[in-house]
């Protein structure tokens, strides 16, 4: 991927056990990439005028803000066991987690978050903070969730869309950091308009769509093998709706990496069904591309 010269891995921490599991994750990353590791903990209290102090009946280092001083504190120091002698710094931000990481994606390399962070309602599985990163922010989004200490295969979706190329790198990137191979799967179930206002035809050749699919695929993937000859490919043409088909294959994966939006998506869609999907269910942790 093209990055900035010294972008660092940026991973938001809230304290919460899924952050924590993004710190670790971040740190790996960082690792693997020879990049710095900065550690953000957007403080939106700051914002609300509420006693930031803390209390005066209490010990001295209680408050909000000495409580957020200690959540990046923490953080460094699970990064610095970790990863003895990579570049770590934190620091707490004022302003809601949103426009705080977003603003720290435009200076990163990458930015990492957990699937949920404080004060998620149980019936949500994944924090809006994930959801809305992965929709908006310019630098490719890592989501920690389920097992991130797999080593197998990266698992990346194809569409046949232009965003496949960002998307190939990505992943042969990572596939070539962790020394494991990239499994590239297409899903497909009936033929796909490629502009809009295009006639789809009513009956069609089951066979001959297989066909025309695994081109799609083939035509994705040439080039990747001679610029990556040691990282093993493995094709997978599956006939199933996209999104059940890359969660049920994130099940034998290190990682899944997905497109913000893919081939047939709608324009006004920041975020598509597919990637929205896996950062809901999948077994692994999901990095998404725009």
């Known amino acids: 991927m093209t ?11 809230d304290g919460s056990k899924s952050s924590m599991q993004a710190v670790a994750l971040a740190t790996r990353l960082a690792v ?3 990049r710095p590791l900065r550690i953000v903990h957007a403080f939106a209290w700051a914002e609300l005028r509420v006693p930031l102090g803390p209390d005066p009946l209490g010990p001295p280092e209680g408050g909000l803000a000495n409580e957020a001083k200690r959540i990046v504190a923490d953080a460094v120091l699970e990064a610095e066991k970790a990863a003895p ?20 994606a435009r200076r990163a390399a990458l930015v990492v978050l957990g ?16 959801v809305q990163l992965a929709a908006h922010a310019p ?15 990266i698992l990346v ?18 596939a070539a950091f962790r020394g494991v191979g990239i499994t ?3 899903a497909f179930r009936y033929p796909v308009a490629g502009e809009h206002g295009d006639m789809l035809p009513l009956v069609y050749d089951i066979s001959q769509l297989e066909a025309d699919e695994s081109a799609v695929l083939a035509e994705a993937l040439a080039g990747w093998r001679e610029r990556y000859p040691d990282v093993p490919v493995h094709k997978l043409l599956v006939r199933d ?44 942790p999901v990095a998404v591309l725009r």
């Not at 899944?256 to 929205?276: D, I, K, P, Q, T």
């Open 85 to 104: 002698g990579l570049a770590i710094s934190g620091e707490v931000v004022d302003g809601p987690p949103v426009p705080v990481l977003l603003d720290e």
């Open 157 to 174: 979706g194809v569409s046949g869309s232009p965003a496949d190329e960002k998307v190939l790198q990505f992943a042969f990137e990572e």
């Open 184 to 186: 590239a799967l297409h």
């Open 241 to 284: 709706r996209p999104s059940r088909a890359l969660i049920q294959a994130a099940d034998r994966a290190s990682l899944v990496v997905v497109g913000s939006r893919g081939r047939g998506g709608f324009a006004g869609l920041l975020l598509g069904s597919v990637s929205h999907a896996l950062l809901h269910h999948a077994s692994c």
């Open 139 to 153: 630098c490719p989004v890592v989501v920690a969730r389920g097992d991130i200490d797999r080593e197998r295969d």
């Open 115 to 130: 699937s949920r962070g404080l004060g998620g309602f149980t019936g949500l599985l994944l924090g809006s903070v994930a």
């Open 32 to 34: 693997a990439r020879g």
């Open 3 to 13: 990055a900035l010269a010294g972008a660092p891995v940026v991973v938001g921490v």
